[in-house]
T-cell receptor
Framework: GQQLNQSPQSMFIQEGEDVSMNCTSS?????WLWYKQDPGEGPVLLIA?????ELTSNGRLTAQFGITRKDSFLNISASIPSDVGIYFC????????????FGKGTKLTVNP | DVKVTQSSRYLVKRTGEKVFLECVQD?????MFWYRQDPGLGLRLIYF???????EKGDIPEGYSVSREKKERFSLILESASTNQTSMYLC??????????FGDGTRLSIL
């Protein structure tokens, strides 16, 4: 099945640093979603984007739906230790079903 | 608040057993999905359902079946468990134009 290109695969940062990760696709998407997964848990929704160009914030998190509808990024500002986890992007194809297409995830490690 | 409940967090079964994984949602969502998650392979769609008694194959349906007798419940069945089905299984529910929500996952080990 199709998957999104998510990068980077992993990041090691110091507490307080800003983080940026992105997802790209060769297909156009109607919706972009960003999830965070803690070890042993299911992914939890962070931000949902429904409109090209949309920029949405959730606390220290900011995500954007690319103008071309083929990409999205997630920024985390002033990282803290509890930001550790795996971040997934997901998209719903334009004109497609409700199935999500997922990136492989970005594993974030924050050193105190 | 969205609530997606998977019946077991951890499950250990033997090769050849028939295994049932249950997922229940309380949001009256029409769409329900089962994924498995494996290191290096990401999330892969096994089966999904858009309505009661309706099911469609995902990308990796072999060795699995599903049942949706009621709107709130979507069951994943491993007909004859094998060691390569050891994985994290995630149930997801959603509704048109709304974000999809995950359950906490079932970590299944087949010995």
């Amino acid at each position: 099945g199709q998957q999104l290109n998510q990068s980077p695969q992993s990041m090691f940062i110091q507490e307080g640093e800003d983080v940026s990760m992105n997802c790209t696709s060769s297909s156009i998407f109607n919706t972009w979603l960003w999830y965070k997964q803690d070890p042993g848990e299911g992914p939890v929704l962070l931000i949902a984007l429904y409109k090209a160009g949309e920029l949405t914030s959730n606390g220290r998190l900011t995500a954007q739906f690319g103008i071309t509808r083929k990409d999205s990024f997630l920024n985390i500002s002033a990282s803290i230790p509890s930001d550790v986890g795996i971040y997934f992007c997901a998209g719903q194809l334009r004109g497609g079903s409700e199935k999500l297409v997922f990136g492989k995830g970005t594993k974030l490690t924050v050193n105190p | 608040d969205v609530k997606v409940t998977q019946s077991s967090r951890y499950l250990v079964k033997r090769t050849g057993e028939k295994v049932f994984l249950e997922c229940v949602q309380d949001m009256d969502h029409e769409n329900m999905f089962w994924y498995r998650q494996d290191p290096g392979l990401g999330l892969r769609l096994i089966y999904f359902s858009y309505d009661v008694k309706m099911k469609e194959k995902g990308d990796i349906p072999e060795g699995y079946s599903v049942s949706r007798e009621k709107k709130e419940r979507f069951s994943l069945i491993l007909e004859s468990a094998s060691t390569n089905q050891t994985s994290m299984y995630l149930c997801v529910t959603g509704q048109l134009n709304q974000p999809q929500h995950f359950g906490d996952g079932t970590r299944l080990s087949i010995l």
